[in-house]
């Protein structure tokens, strides 16, 4: 019995470990990519799309943008 409670109190750990992981992860997301979001999702579903698509098509585009601007930040020479 203690064998079992000691193993769920290992999956517990493990489990509470990779979910702070995936926080800090979502919280990279920058300004710029949910202000991006949010305008295309509105301006996607004004013109009669549904919400599904817009998502896939505006979280696609504005990742698109983010990379694009986090590459250009990184290949910009530092003074």
């Given amino acids: ?3 079992f409670v000691a193993f769920f ?4 750990v493990l489990v509470a ?5 995936a926080e800090t992860t979502t919280d990279k997301f920058s300004e ?3 202000a991006c979001f949010n ?3 509105s301006d ?3 013109t009669g799309n549904g919400y599904t698509f817009c998502e896939m098509k505006c979280d696609e585009d504005c990742s698109d943008k983010e990379l694009l601007a986090l590459l250009s930040e990184a290949e910009a020479p530092s003074s």
């Fill in 1 to 3: 019995m203690a064998k």
């Fill in 9 to 12: 109190v290992m999956c517990m």
């Fill in 17 to 21: 470990t990779m979910k702070v992981e």
């Fill in 32 to 34: 710029r990519y949910a």
């Fill in 39 to 41: 305008t295309c999702q």
């Fill in 44 to 46: 996607c579903q004004a």
